[in-house]
């Protein structure tokens, strides 16, 4: 194992705001670009960078049109949310651009999020957004800036170690946000800064309200910024109109026809509620779904029980000690669970990840994010999965 660092603690953030940046050099002759997505988090950072005394500059991305798909409160990158990212700018004195990416944002995101579930995935757009709009144009923009780092309100740790910066899930497990960041690379880690990573929710409120951003008591953000009133279905029809194909709810042990659905964009794997079938003996989750044959497969709990699952387009980060045990996390808000990994994990490769216990609802299209205590030490997306015997 390599040395590390630990970043700055929540006291540090009012008694030195530079720390939180872990600039070498006279911070004065620094340039912080910030990700402000409007909310009271990036506006903190902001805040934070500003009275660090570097050059901060606040970049938000408009990625969908401000009245569609939504434009409701608790979403974030349109509408009222660029208008209170430059809000705070204004009132922090500092300069704050606004990029068009609705195009590159609808191509690379909100079109894959309609096609895997039309693949019978269950799929994170928000994890591809971080990959690509957030991230890797963000970078450009930032480095086009001559920015020393790019600054974002995420509720990660970023470590120094031997071997360069680590990941590390954020000081407070329930505002930890390193399952959405597991594609991040070495080089944009090098780049990033994660200010909040060591402060609880309530203090970064706290540091909004005392620097005067009417923003201190807006509502999070919601995971999926851009489907409103959390209806998935709506946006996938709306952008393949062919996504209600009609066909069969089988039970995956007796083969029976139970009943019709209207389109396998309906169902994720685990959903119990809402498959209109009754009379049966016992409850029925949805344990597999064909895209192929537009067939969902239903059955008893253990039938959902997992005993391996197959990763692919896997990333790593930093070194990957085969001393110590891993564990992995294969939903946002699960914890957790103990594994062995079997294959390489990094560039792209497919590797296999076999649970000490059997896991439930794992789902295809999902993120299984790999941790050696509290790093993150990479990941992949899950393929597919083994049923636990």
Same mark, same amino acid.
């Given at each position: ?271 119990? %509620?809402? $498959?209109?079938?009754? +009379?049966? #003996?016992?409850?029925?989750?949805? &344990? @597999? /779904? ?5 067939? *969902?497969?239903?059955?008893? %709990?253990? $039938?959902?029980?997992? +005993?391996? #699952?197959?990763?692919?387009?896997? &990333? @790593? /980060? ?5 001393? *110590? ?65």
């Amino acid at each position: 194992m390599t040395a590390t660092t630990a970043p700055a603690t929540a006291t540090s953030a009012a008694r030195d705001p530079a720390a939180l940046f872990q600039l070498n050099g006279p911070i004065t002759a620094r340039r912080i670009v910030v990700a402000m997505s409007g909310g009271v988090d990036s506006s903190v950072v902001a805040a934070l960078a500003a009275a660090s005394g570097a050059e901060t500059i606040g970049i938000t991305l408009q990625l969908y049109d401000n009245g569609a798909p939504s434009s409701r409160k608790g979403a974030c990158c349109a509408g009222d949310d660029i208008r209170d990212a430059r809000m705070v700018a204004d009132r922090l004195g500092i300069a704050h651009y606004v990029y068009d990416h609705e195009s590159s944002f609808r191509e690379q995101v909100v079109e894959q999020f309609a096609d895997e579930y039309m693949h019978g995935r269950t799929p994170i757009p928000c994890i591809r957004c971080n990959m690509g709009p957030k991230f890797t144009d963000l970078f450009a923009m930032a480095r086009d800036l001559g920015a020393d780092c790019l600054a974002t309100g995420h509720y990660v740790r970023r470590v120094k170690s031997a071997s360069g910066p680590e990941l590390w899930r954020a000081s407070d497990p329930a505002r930890d946000q390193s399952y959405f960041l597991f594609a991040t690379t070495q080089d944009q880690l090098d780049y990033l800064r994660f200010p909040l990573g060591g402060l609880p929710k309530p203090q970064v409120r706290a540091i909004a309200e005392s620097a005067g951003l009417r923003v201190a008591a807006k509502p999070d953000s919601q995971d999926i910024c851009f489907v409103p009133d959390g209806d998935y279905a709506a946006i996938v029809r709306k952008i393949r109109p062919d996504a209600e194909a009609e066909g069969d709810i089988v039970h995956a042990e007796t083969g029976a026809v139970l009943g019709r659905h209207r389109g396998i964009i309906n169902f994720t794997v685990g959903q119990r %509620r809402g $498959l209109e079938i009754g +009379g049966q #003996a016992e409850p029925l989750y949805v &344990t @597999r /779904i064909d895209a192929a044959s537009q067939c *969902v497969l239903v059955g008893p %709990r253990h $039938l959902l029980a997992v +005993g391996a #699952a197959r990763i692919v387009e896997t &990333t @790593r /980060i930093g070194p990957l000690p085969t001393d *110590v045990p891993l564990t992995a996390k294969v939903r946002s808000l699960a914890k957790p669970v103990p594994i062995m990994l079997e294959g390489p994990l990094g560039e792209g490769a497919t590797a296999t990840i076999r649970f000490v216990q059997p896991e439930f609802g794992v789902s295809p299209g999902q993120a299984a994010v790999l941790y050696v205590g509290e790093r993150v030490v990479g990941g992949g997306w899950i393929e597919s999965t083994e049923t636990a015997i």
